[in-house]
């Protein structure tokens, strides 16, 4: 018996050693020191050396809480991934109520229907850009339909730039929505979409009294992973727009990236990150117990 | 109260004949069955009536009305299901009003009408539970008290005690029954159990392969059973069915076959025109001795018993005759492996066209059985 | 009635999968069509005659014969670009590994978290939560040490940061698969006398194999297209990857969309027949969660 026990214990530890060590020395060392170093006036352009930086106190965190730029990166990401999600949410859930409702040629249009989400962002940003010129196919398109000369400047205006980035983003992600969404529709009892049919609710009404109910801890899901990947969005934006026009489509990891990798003021940079991850990890924390608690 | 009528009803899924050109009509206020075995098409119909499914031809009347078209919600009916579906995140307060709710009925309304259904069926005490906490059991009255809420005109059961212990069954059963009453609603009731159709329909239906086979008062499809498969459905047990010869000697009908130990004469009452039959006995009307029958107005076999079943009230024997299973009610101690005699009454016996498998003569002992007409 | 609304819904779902479906064509026409006509307006939908002189700058080396059979259509702009087919292989070898690594690794750790609920609710939050990071933040410090150590780029150095960021999905959808398997299965595995780590190999594993596919595919697709750290860490090297040498070409003032579209297209291709593998797995991995307790 004792045996058994000590054979349990040493599986138990060496099979989680590993992802231990990987993620100690990949993400988060270097996060404990990107924390210290947000203490400090550390830069590669003066010494690669972190002892070798001046200990600042919250200075960093003072400069970049007042910083317009870094305050507006933040704002800008927020509404990126709450507008982003909102479509892809909205737009997944019909899509999905509509496959669930039957379709013709079901396989065949589902399977075109998820191909966006298998490529990767950046091929996302070299299609939307090559489609978004202001000489190009989309507006080509929109020419034709209405009949006038369409000549929106989709990557080059600072209004719509924006919109552009949340289009190429939600096209790529409605699908996983979609496919969530779905798989959570199949789970719904047929027998209870029927007596509420049979006690006289309408379509709209079973939708909204059971159908959604049910689906609302997949819905959730598929929030909470949108919203936490979208807040990294970096290679739609860098590679349709690089951040502009200006700064309209800059996103927080453009942000970091351009003040950290080019302008080399990386203590400063540690602590924009450190204060935008610790909201994410409150955030997180939150909405994660909610799903915990209602199952 | 509704009356419907079921006319001409097919219902094809895929080349599959669910439904095979079904017709019958239930009278307002009655308590109707569909009695078959599962995939009888049963449940189809009854779904083809609620709306649930559309007929691939026929139609669906209420009050003369033709209502094959109208979707489900209008239809006014209401409906349990063999999964009870009540809503599970609700209460069973909000179970009851959900039906209201669609209906807007005002919420004073709404109070009134809980509580009374509520004390009819006895859920006063759980209308705050929500309904996964609920028993089975429970959970089927919950589905019963939504059902009739709001008043519906026909009320359908698929099923509705399949699901649950069977203790329970008859309890609900009765709550079910006295509703009806009550209401005086036109009920449909599906089920596969032939005891629970017999005892509490006020007609019925039985069903096989989409085909209806024989429609009537639950006596007549008891003592009448219209064509073999009827027979050997309905019965606790059900009637032996064995092959036989019927022939004509002089004007008289003799009975032979296989396990028969002779030749019987059949009463002048059976007039039968085809040769090869299958004749029936019910278990209950056979006698069992040890000593070979004296009897030779009746019909004979020589069997070993193979076991015995216990019930409530009787024995029943399995008795090996010829390679065929014969059950008969009995009383009394007899040890398996034990060589006995069968007697079956001549009066008492069931012909049946072996080609076509409908009733020819139905035993004449019936026509001196009560009052009743049929 | 019921099939009226039936082609009206698959009307619908044939738009929208024309929308999923358009951004690909349109890079692939691109793909196969000479410098004039990239830019053309109003654009050519359907090229009539499709060309690979795209295709070809991007599998062959500056002076050979096979380039300058090129350049003539293309422009001799093109005659210094070099090969991708490095750049495809790099990609190639970071991914994979990284993918073994991650899968083998995160299967590990799932496979002790689900049995064991080792490190509790916290750690594995914690681990789910390394994906939150921008980039951008582990980069910096970690950039320093790499440089210290000279991995930068190299192909194990990418590769190990991508094991650590891609082994939270890993872990999440092992879990899953795991936490189905009833613990029966191990107990009698061990009443035979195999120990606890035999167990897991012999007969646990097995059963997971459709998980852990899901999970490989899932996770080379995100590897595949990363660009993040591969910008950060690899650019103009000799292990740049796929999507940073589409940004350079970008870059390289020229704007040659043509092998832009055919380096996509050749990216896209394994993403896509992989994600339609694995769809089904993917989203009973990512989903199970949150059917516990429901009917």
């Not at chain 1, 349990?8 to 060392?29: D, N, S, Y």
């Not at chain 1, 080019?262 to 924390?285: D, E, F, N, P, Q």
């Not at chain 2, 139609?59 to 063999?82: C, E, P, Y």
């Not at chain 2, 009610?329 to 069931?350: A, H, L, M, R």
């Amino acid at each position: 018996m004792a045996g058994r026990f000590s054979s349990l214990k040493r599986i138990e530890t060496l099979f989680i050693i590993p992802i231990q060590v990987l993620l100690w020395g990949i993400v988060m060392a270097p996060f404990i020191l990107a924390i210290y170093l947000s203490f400090t006036n550390w830069s590669p352009a003066v010494s690669v050396n972190p002892l070798d930086a001046k200990w600042l106190g919250l200075d960093n965190y003072v400069s970049i809480l007042t910083n317009a730029r870094y305050l507006g990166a933040v704002l800008r990401t927020t509404l990126f991934a709450l507008s982003g999600v909102a479509i892809q949410v909205a737009v997944g859930l019909g899509l999905a109520l509509l496959f669930y409702y039957g379709v013709y040629a079901r396989r065949i249009l589902s399977t075109i229907m998820i191909m966006p989400m298998m490529a990767s962002p950046l091929i996302v940003a070299l299609m939307f850009y090559i489609m978004l010129f202001t000489k190009g196919p989309v507006n080509a398109f929109l020419s034709l339909i209405t009949g006038q000369n369409v000549e929106i400047r989709w990557l080059s205006s600072p209004e719509l730039a924006p919109i552009s980035i949340i289009l190429a983003d939600s096209w790529m992600w409605t699908p996983l929505v979609f496919l969530i969404t779905l798989s959570g529709l199949s789970l719904v009892p047929l027998d209870q979409i029927r007596a509420a049919r049979i006690v006289g609710a309408s379509e709209l009404r079973v939708i909204k009294d059971i159908l959604i109910p049910y689906i609302k801890p997949f819905i959730l899901i598929a929030v909470i992973i949108r919203i936490l990947e979208s807040f990294k969005l970096f290679d739609v934006a860098v590679f349709m727009t690089a951040g502009g026009p200006g700064v309209a489509t800059e996103t927080l990891s453009i942000f970091l990236y351009k003040e950290g990798f080019l302008t080399l003021r990386t203590a400063y940079i540690a602590a924009g990150a450190v204060v935008v991850l610790l909201g994410l990890s409150v955030a997180t924390y939150f909405l994660t117990r909610s799903i915990y608690a209602r199952s | 109260m509704t009356t419907v009528e079921v006319d001409k009803l097919v219902k094809i899924y895929d080349k599959f004949v669910a439904v095979d050109n079904i017709s019958f009509t239930v009278g307002s206020g009655e308590f109707f069955g569909l009695l078959g075995p599962s995939g009888c098409g049963k449940t189809t119909t009854l779904y083809c009536i609620s709306g649930l499914e559309t007929p691939t031809s026929g139609r669906i009347l209420f009050d003369g009305k033709d209502v094959t078209g109208l979707s489900t919600q209008k239809r006014n009916i209401g409906m349990v299901f063999q999964s009870y579906a009540i809503f599970y995140n609700m209460s069973v307060y909000d179970n009851l009003a959900y039906p209201l709710k669609v209906r807007r009925t005002p919420a004073s309304e709404i109070r009134k009408k809980v509580n009374e259904t509520a004390d009819i069926l006895g859920l006063k005490e759980i209308l705050n539970v929500k309904g996964f906490k609920l028993t089975p059991a429970q959970m089927q009255l919950v589905s019963l008290g939504r059902a009739i809420i709001y008043g519906p005109s026909i009320l359908l059961l698929d099923e509705p005690l399949s699901n649950l212990d069977p203790t329970f069954r008859m309890e609900t059963l009765r709550h079910i029954k006295r509703i009806q009453r009550l209401l005086k609603i036109t009920t449909i009731f599906v089920t596969h159990d032939q005891l629970e159709a017999l005892s509490v329909c006020d007609r019925l239906v039985v069903m096989q392969s989409g085909k209806l086979m024989q429609v009537g008062l639950p006596e007549e499809i008891y003592y009448r059973p219209a064509t073999v498969f009827v027979a050997g459905f309905v019965g606790t047990p059900p009637m032996n069915l064995l092959d036989g010869k019927i022939e004509d000697l002089g004007g008289k009908l003799q009975i032979t076959g296989p396990g028969l130990l002779h030749t019987t004469t059949l009463p002048k009452a059976y007039s039968v025109d085809e040769e090869d039959i299958i004749w029936g006995f019910k278990p209950e009307d056979a006698i069992i001795s040890s000593g070979p029958p004296t009897d030779v107005d009746s019909l004979a076999m020589k069997g070993r018993v193979r076991t015995m079943e216990r019930t409530a009230a009787e024995n029943i024997y399995l008795i090996d005759v010829n390679g065929k299973t014969v059950k008969v009610v009995g009383y009394g101690e007899i040890q398996p492996d034990t060589s006995v005699f069968i007697t079956i009454p001549v009066e008492k016996v069931y012909i049946y066209s072996r080609r076509s498998g409908k009733l020819l003569n139905a035993p004449p002992y019936l026509e001196k059985l009560s009052s009743r007409s049929f | 009635m019921a099939r009226f609304w039936k082609a009206v819904r698959t009307l619908i779902a044939v738009l929208a999968a024309a929308i999923a479906f358009f951004p690909i064509y349109w890079m692939a026409t691109t793909s196969v069509k000479l410098p004039g006509e990239w830019s053309a307006y109003p654009p050519i939908w359907l090229p009539t005659t499709p060309r690979i002189e795209n295709y070809i700058v991007l599998f062959s080396e500056p002076g050979t014969p096979l380039r300058e059979s090129v350049l003539e259509a293309l422009g001799r702009g093109f005659s210094a670009s070099p090969s991708a087919v490095p750049n495809i292989i790099n990609s190639l070898i970071i991914a994979i590994s990284a993918t073994v690594g991650a899968v083998f690794i995160g299967t590990l750790a799932a496979y002790s978290i689900s049995r064991f609920r080792t490190g509790g609710l916290f750690s594995y939050i914690f681990i789910l939560a390394t994906r939150m990071f921008p980039p951008v933040a582990i980069a910096i410090p970690l950039i320093v040490v790499y440089a210290l150590i000279r991995w930068i780029d190299t192909h194990w150095g990418l590769s190990l940061i991508y094991m650590a960021v891609s082994v939270a999905y890993v872990v999440w959808i092992m879990k899953t698969f795991f936490d189905e398997i009833p613990k029966d299965i191990e107990d009698s595995a061990i009443l035979f006398g195999l120990s606890h780590v035999r167990a897991f190999f012999r007969i646990v594993l097995p059963i997971v194999k459709n998980g852990m596919l899901a999970a490989a595919l899932f996770t080379f697709i995100i590897n595949w297209g990363e660009y993040a750290f591969a910008l950060m860490f690899t650019v103009g090297g000799k292990a740049t990857t796929i999507p940073v040498t589409i940004s350079q070409l970008q870059l390289g003032g020229g704007y040659q969309y043509g092998p832009m579209a055919a380096l996509g297209l050749i990216a896209l291709i394994p993403a896509v027949i992989f994600g339609y593998i694995v769809q089904k797995y993917l989203v009973v991995g990512l989903t199970m969660g949150a059917l516990k307790g429901r009917r």
